[in-house]
């Protein structure tokens, strides 16, 4: 059963970059599509981005489509989300997750089977 960690969440201003990470152990990351998504405090959990087991696919939510992307280095068992042009709307928890071996890429929650315990983004105006 892998684990999963995130790290990089912080405090900063509208218009900043972030490297979001994600850190895989009791298992190997190559064998997982893997996913990004976050949650703002009083909304559900929403759908960041997406890529397949050797990065080569990748989709993303409308919200975040050419300010983020998302990156994998199977060698290292992490999972990278770089964000660009950050807006207060950006502000949330973010988490990464590990989908079903039987799934791809995918933007459906219920379609992970593993999750990390969230990093903080918080983006001031």
């Known amino acids: 059963q892998v684990q999963l960690q995130e790290s990089g969440g912080g405090l ?20 997982y599509a893997m996913g990004w998504f976050r949650q703002a405090p009083g ?11 050797a990065g080569g696919t990748t989709y993303y939510g409308d919200s975040v489509k050419g300010r983020f992307t998302i990156s994998r280095d199977n060698a290292k068992n ?11 709307d950006d502000t949330a928890d973010y988490y990464c997750a590990a989908a079903s071996r039987m799934y791809g890429p995918t ?18 105006s």
Do not use: D
Request: include cysteine; charged fraction near 10%; charge should be positive.
């Open 12 to 31: 900063l201003q509208a218009g900043g970059s972030l490297r979001l990470s994600c850190v895989a152990s009791g298992g190997t990351l190559s064998s």
């Open 107 to 124: 933007r459906l929650i219920n379609h992970y089977a593993y999750w990390g315990q969230g990093t903080q983004v918080t983006v001031s």
């Open 78 to 88: 992490t999972l990278y989300l770089q964000m660009n042009s950050l807006k207060p």
């Open 43 to 53: 909304k559900e959990r929403e759908f960041v981005a997406t890529i397949s087991w």
